[in-house]
Nanobody, 116 residues
Framework: QVQLVESGGGLVQPGGSLRLSCAAS????????ANWYRQAPGKQRELVGT???????NYADSVKGRFTISRDNAWNTVYLQMNSLKPEDTAVYYC????????WGGGQGTQVTVSS
Protein backbone atom coordinates (compact mmCIF):
# COMPACT_ATOMS: atom_id res chain seq x y z
CA GLN A 1 0.00 0.00 0.00
CA VAL A 2 1.25 3.48 -0.85
CA GLN A 3 1.77 5.73 2.15
CA LEU A 4 -0.37 8.84 2.02
CA VAL A 5 -0.13 11.78 4.38
CA GLU A 6 -3.11 13.75 5.59
CA SER A 7 -2.42 17.26 6.81
CA GLY A 8 -4.24 20.42 7.78
CA GLY A 9 -6.02 19.28 10.90
CA GLY A 10 -6.12 21.22 14.11
CA LEU A 11 -8.29 22.98 16.65
CA VAL A 12 -11.00 25.27 15.33
CA GLN A 13 -13.99 27.01 16.87
CA PRO A 14 -17.53 26.05 15.90
CA GLY A 15 -18.45 27.73 12.66
CA GLY A 16 -14.86 27.79 11.51
CA SER A 17 -13.16 26.20 8.53
CA LEU A 18 -10.26 23.90 7.81
CA ARG A 19 -8.81 22.44 4.64
CA LEU A 20 -7.29 19.00 4.78
CA SER A 21 -4.86 17.68 2.20
CA CYS A 22 -3.96 14.14 1.19
CA ALA A 23 -0.93 13.27 -0.89
CA ALA A 24 1.71 10.59 -1.20
CA SER A 25 4.77 10.77 1.00
CA UNK A 26 8.09 10.72 -0.79
CA UNK A 27 6.77 9.77 -4.21
CA UNK A 28 4.45 10.83 -6.96
CA UNK A 29 1.15 9.03 -6.73
CA UNK A 30 -1.42 9.82 -9.37
CA UNK A 31 -4.84 9.48 -7.82
CA UNK A 32 -7.69 7.90 -9.76
CA UNK A 33 -10.34 8.16 -7.04
CA ALA A 34 -10.28 8.94 -3.35
CA ASN A 35 -12.32 8.76 -0.19
CA TRP A 36 -12.28 10.76 3.00
CA TYR A 37 -13.29 9.01 6.21
CA ARG A 38 -13.46 10.07 9.82
CA GLN A 39 -13.56 8.32 13.14
CA ALA A 40 -14.68 9.94 16.35
CA PRO A 41 -13.79 8.49 19.76
CA GLY A 42 -15.95 5.50 20.53
CA LYS A 43 -17.58 5.52 17.11
CA GLN A 44 -17.20 3.55 13.92
CA ARG A 45 -15.30 4.95 10.99
CA GLU A 46 -17.63 6.96 8.76
CA LEU A 47 -17.33 7.71 5.06
CA VAL A 48 -17.35 11.47 4.67
CA GLY A 49 -17.18 11.68 0.91
CA THR A 50 -15.75 10.45 -2.34
CA UNK A 51 -14.26 11.93 -5.49
CA UNK A 52 -14.21 9.80 -8.62
CA UNK A 53 -11.98 9.83 -11.67
CA UNK A 54 -14.25 12.24 -13.54
CA UNK A 55 -14.29 14.65 -10.62
CA UNK A 56 -17.75 13.73 -9.40
CA UNK A 57 -18.25 13.92 -5.66
CA ASN A 58 -20.60 12.37 -3.14
CA TYR A 59 -21.01 13.21 0.53
CA ALA A 60 -22.50 11.85 3.69
CA ASP A 61 -25.73 13.57 4.62
CA SER A 62 -24.10 14.84 7.80
CA VAL A 63 -21.61 16.99 5.86
CA LYS A 64 -23.49 17.76 2.66
CA GLY A 65 -23.46 21.48 1.92
CA ARG A 66 -20.60 22.11 4.34
CA PHE A 67 -17.73 19.95 3.08
CA THR A 68 -16.22 19.91 -0.39
CA ILE A 69 -13.77 17.43 -1.87
CA SER A 70 -11.51 18.59 -4.67
CA ARG A 71 -8.17 17.75 -6.24
CA ASP A 72 -5.29 19.53 -7.89
CA ASN A 73 -4.96 19.51 -11.65
CA ALA A 74 -2.25 16.87 -11.54
CA TRP A 75 -4.40 14.55 -9.43
CA ASN A 76 -1.56 14.23 -6.93
CA THR A 77 -3.34 15.84 -4.03
CA VAL A 78 -6.90 15.59 -2.80
CA TYR A 79 -8.45 18.16 -0.51
CA LEU A 80 -11.30 18.24 1.97
CA GLN A 81 -12.59 21.77 2.55
CA MET A 82 -14.64 21.86 5.73
CA ASN A 83 -16.81 24.88 6.48
CA SER A 84 -19.34 25.65 9.20
CA LEU A 85 -17.66 23.12 11.44
CA LYS A 86 -19.59 21.68 14.36
CA PRO A 87 -18.39 19.98 17.54
CA GLU A 88 -19.74 16.70 16.18
CA ASP A 89 -17.26 16.96 13.31
CA THR A 90 -14.48 16.30 15.80
CA ALA A 91 -12.66 13.17 14.66
CA VAL A 92 -9.54 11.79 13.09
CA TYR A 93 -9.85 12.26 9.34
CA TYR A 94 -8.33 9.76 6.94
CA CYS A 95 -8.02 9.51 3.22
CA UNK A 96 -7.54 6.49 1.04
CA UNK A 97 -7.06 6.55 -2.66
CA UNK A 98 -6.81 4.31 -5.68
CA UNK A 99 -3.91 5.24 -7.91
CA UNK A 100 -3.82 5.18 -11.68
CA UNK A 101 -1.37 2.29 -11.24
CA UNK A 102 -4.15 0.32 -9.49
CA UNK A 103 -2.41 0.55 -6.12
CA TRP A 104 -4.25 1.65 -3.01
CA GLY A 105 -2.87 4.23 -0.66
CA GLY A 106 -3.80 5.15 2.88
CA GLY A 107 -2.64 7.42 5.67
CA GLN A 108 -2.43 7.72 9.44
CA GLY A 109 -5.02 10.44 9.68
CA THR A 110 -5.12 14.00 10.98
CA GLN A 111 -6.98 15.15 14.07
CA VAL A 112 -9.73 17.74 13.73
CA THR A 113 -11.10 19.20 16.93
CA VAL A 114 -14.02 21.61 16.89
CA SER A 115 -14.40 23.31 20.23
CA SER A 116 -14.82 26.72 21.76
Amino acid sequence: QVQLVESGGGLVQPGGSLRLSCAASGSIFSIYAANWYRQAPGKQRELVGTITSDGSTNYADSVKGRFTISRDNAWNTVYLQMNSLKPEDTAVYYCNALGTNSQWGGGQGTQVTVSS
